[in-house]
């Protein structure tokens, strides 16, 4: 467990939060361990079959219920400013909870809640209605703060050191697997605590946007599709994506990554306040299908990050949401040749006031390795 908030921070973030679920109609939200609880407080914790929630009601003081066994750990960080409920095992602790929220009707919860926790607040608070708390707390969320954004950036170009080294571990006769592991110690090398997801897909693989590593042996003239992240220390992620040829590329391999180069580059510029998420996505999605390769742009053009690797705001065909200043995604289009090869670009962006800026700087380039 950690707290890396400033008191000031919480405090503001949990008014944010109450204004946000009032305005909602929602009387209190119940947050478990994961990256809302994080937002919110700082606190850092795994959540498992011992009840442990934030408690806070619209109109009343927040609370934190935990186990007696786990409430040393949590000295020191934003929960010291709360009242604690502690419990032991044999004590109910779902009714615990239910006690101090007294008479409230709609109660929200995270999403990542364990249903082990969600039926026994059901059961607990019988008078209540329980929905998920995603629609309050994504609005606060999606919208990174100064210091999330310098978070961000600083992700960014530690993964951007990771995928300058990439060149030097592609080589042939390696296996994917030889690769990935290379990565995953530069990934942390380079500032990260995990490397998250590692995905080294070579040739036929890399027509697979999830592929992650195999014992396939990379060959002369291979695409090979790199895509890394993880969180830095502070919790925030990087995920940038490069795709690199083992060799020279022939000309099918330059004239579609020139399509992909120019779909790329026009979601980025397409990117600014007051546009919708799905014109992002088509911005990138209509240069690929009128260069006859729509059927293979299989998934959106981005998704949110932050303290996720995937959250809210989602680069979709549908979604119609207004991008503001602080938004942060992912632009990533791909084109992809089941059985044969794929390609994808990817930089993490943030919304200004103007426009976005990429927070990942290296090139764009097919690299040839």
Same mark, same amino acid.
């Given at each position: 467990?950690?707290?890396?908030?400033?008191s000031?921070?919480? &405090? !503001?973030?949990?008014?944010?939060?109450?204004a946000a679920?009032r305005?909602a109609?929602?009387?209190? $939200?119940?947050?478990?361990?994961?990256?809302? $609880?994080?937002y919110?407080?700082?606190?850092?914790?795994?959540? +498992?079959?011992?009840?442990?929630?934030?408690?806070?009601?619209?109109?009343? =003081?927040?609370?934190?219920?935990?186990?007696?066994?786990?409430?040393?750990? /949590?000295?020191?960080?934003?929960?010291?400013?709360?009242?604690? $409920?502690t419990? &032991?095992?044999?004590? =109910?602790?779902?009714?615990l909870?239910?006690?101090? /929220?007294?008479?409230?009707?709609?109660v929200?919860?995270?999403?990542?809640?364990?249903? /082990? #926790?969600v $039926?026994? *607040?059901r059961?607990? *608070?019988?008078?209540?209605?329980?929905?998920l708390?995603t629609?309050?707390?994504?609005?606060?969320?999606?919208?990174?703060?100064?210091?999330?954004?310098d978070?961000l950036?600083?992700?960014?170009?530690?993964?951007?050191a990771v #995928?300058?080294?990439?060149?030097?571990? *592609?080589?042939?006769?390696? &296996?994917?697997?030889?690769?990935?592991?290379?990565?995953?110690?530069?990934?942390?090398?380079?500032?990260?605590?995990? !490397?998250a997801?590692?995905?080294?897909?070579?040739?036929?693989?890399?027509?697979?946007? +999830?592929?992650?590593?195999? =014992?396939?042996v990379?060959? !002369?003239g291979?695409?090979v599709?790199? %895509?890394?992240?993880?969180p830095?220390?502070?919790?925030?992620?990087?995920?940038?994506?490069?795709t690199?040829?083992?060799?020279?590329?022939?000309?099918?391999?330059? =004239?579609?990554?020139?399509?992909?180069?120019?779909?790329?580059?026009?979601?980025?510029?397409?990117?600014?306040?007051?546009v &919708?998420?799905?014109s992002?996505?088509?911005? !990138?999605?209509?240069?690929?299908?009128?260069?006859?390769h729509g059927?293979?742009f299989? +998934?959106?053009?981005? #998704?949110?990050?932050?303290?996720?690797? +995937?959250?809210?705001?989602?680069?979709?065909?549908?979604?119609?949401?207004?991008?503001?200043?602080?938004?942060?995604?992912?632009?990533?289009?791909?084109?992809?040749f089941?059985?044969?090869?794929?390609a994808?670009?990817?930089?993490?962006v943030?919304?200004?006031? %103007?426009?976005?800026?990429?927070v990942?700087?290296?090139?764009?380039?097919?690299?040839?390795?």
């Amino acid at each position: 467990m950690s707290s890396t908030l400033a008191s000031d921070r919480v &405090t !503001a973030r949990l008014e944010r939060a109450r204004a946000a679920a009032r305005q909602a109609g929602v009387d209190a $939200l119940v947050i478990t361990p994961g990256p809302d $609880l994080q937002y919110l407080t700082g606190v850092v914790k795994h959540s +498992h079959e011992r009840l442990s929630a934030l408690l806070l009601p619209v109109d009343g =003081d927040a609370a934190f219920v935990v186990p007696t066994l786990e409430r040393p750990g /949590l000295d020191g960080t934003a929960v010291d400013t709360m009242e604690v $409920l502690t419990w &032991t095992d044999g004590v =109910d602790p779902h009714a615990l909870a239910a006690s101090r /929220l007294g008479d409230a009707r709609r109660v929200a919860v995270v999403a990542d809640m364990p249903a /082990l #926790h969600v $039926l026994g *607040l059901r059961d607990a *608070l019988p008078q209540a209605s329980l929905e998920l708390a995603t629609p309050v707390l994504r609005e606060l969320r999606m919208r990174k703060d100064d210091v999330e954004v310098d978070a961000l950036r600083r992700a960014g170009a530690a993964i951007d050191a990771v #995928h300058a080294r990439v060149p030097g571990w *592609l080589v042939a006769g390696r &296996t994917e697997a030889e690769v990935g592991a290379d990565i995953t110690a530069a990934i942390l090398e380079e500032g990260h605590t995990e !490397a998250a997801f590692v995905i080294v897909g070579s040739g036929p693989n890399g027509a697979s946007p +999830h592929h992650e590593v195999s =014992d396939r042996v990379i060959q !002369a003239g291979d695409v090979v599709v790199v %895509d890394i992240g993880g969180p830095l220390p502070e919790g925030y992620n990087s995920d940038s994506t490069r795709t690199y040829v083992v060799g020279e590329p022939g000309d099918e391999v330059r =004239d579609v990554y020139a399509v992909l180069q120019r779909a790329q580059a026009a979601a980025v510029a397409a990117a600014r306040p007051g546009v &919708t998420a799905e014109s992002v996505d088509e911005a !990138a999605r209509a240069i690929i299908r009128d260069a006859g390769h729509g059927e293979y742009f299989v +998934h959106r053009t981005g #998704h949110g990050i932050g303290l996720e690797v +995937h959250e809210e705001p989602y680069i979709v065909a549908g979604n119609d949401l207004l991008l503001e200043p602080g938004m942060a995604f992912s632009i990533e289009p791909g084109i992809y040749f089941p059985g044969r090869w794929g390609a994808r670009i990817e930089d993490i962006v943030v919304v200004t006031d %103007d426009g976005c800026e990429p927070v990942n700087r290296q090139p764009h380039d097919l690299l040839s390795c």
